[in-house]
């Protein structure tokens, strides 16, 4: 009895977000067409979308420490799907992301209205793409949120970190953010070969998911590997100094 209340429960949460989805799509998009495909608009409608998921999958969300301000790049570990509307509620941000979430239903329509960097680790043009699109991003003023680790990773401290990014950010003297994000159930996290919806189905379930966000001082270094070790070594801290109720 109780698997089939979980099951149900995430049945009615997934088809809500989907509709959640598809209306802020169909709303968002014309106007953003209207507005030029103005950059703030689409940031917006993210911020919207993701505190719309939050609201709908009762993710309880407590802050520690004082959110980024504007400018410069958020990087957090990556446990899982949570993640993107975790950081995406938190403001007008765009976000690299892998490019299966291009693939995924309505929400894959949306993606470059609300600013999503789809990249394909695997492809050397999809990065050397991606690297360019963010060096434009951050000399136009905007806030870019991404994964260091490149993709979801469970365990006490972060897996090792790609380069590109930081490259970009000593090029252009922009700070990044370390932020930490835990999960008080390590089962909630979504990492390894686990797929979408079997996960979701057991785990979108439970009545309320408890997260913890940890903001840390900003950091910056005109040395890439200098840069690279102080954000590590900040989210790894903060990941492993929390006490979670």
């Excluded at 299966?100 to 492809?123: D, F, H, T, Y």
């Excluded at 401290?157 to 390590?186: C, M």
Aim: hydrophobic residues 45%; aromatic residues 8%; positive net charge.
């Amino acid at each position: 009895m109780k698997k089939i209340v979980i099951y149900l429960t995430s049945i009615i949460r997934l088809i809500l977000l989907f509709i959640h989805s598809l209306i802020v799509t169909i709303i968002g998009l014309p106007v953003w067409y209207l507005l030029g495909k103005n950059i703030k608009f689409g940031q917006g409608v993210s911020y919207i979308w993701a505190n719309g998921a939050l609201l709908l999958l009762n993710i309880r969300i407590s802050y520690i420490g004082e959110k980024p301000k504007d400018g410069g790049i958020v990087m957090a570990n990556h446990q899982g799907y949570l993640d993107i509307f975790t950081l995406m509620a938190q403001g007008r941000y765009s976000i690299i992301a892998k490019e299966e979430i291009g693939k995924w239903p309505v929400i894959g329509r949306a993606a470059k209205m609300i600013r999503m960097i789809l990249v394909n680790r695997r492809s050397a043009a999809s990065m050397i793409k991606v690297m360019k699109t963010l060096e434009w991003e951050l000399s136009q003023g905007n806030n870019i949120i991404l994964f260091p680790e490149g993709k979801t990773h469970q365990g006490p401290l972060t897996a090792p970190f790609k380069r590109g990014s930081f490259k970009v950010a000593t090029d252009l003297g922009v700070p990044i953010n370390p932020v930490a994000i835990i999960y008080h159930d390590p089962k909630d996290a979504w990492t390894g070969s686990a797929t979408f919806v079997p996960h979701f189905l057991t785990q979108m379930g439970k009545w309320k998911t408890k997260i913890t966000v940890v903001f840390a001082e900003p950091v910056s270094s005109n040395e890439l590997d200098s840069l690279m070790k102080k954000t590590k070594e900040s989210i790894d801290t903060m990941l492993t100094s929390q006490s979670l109720a």
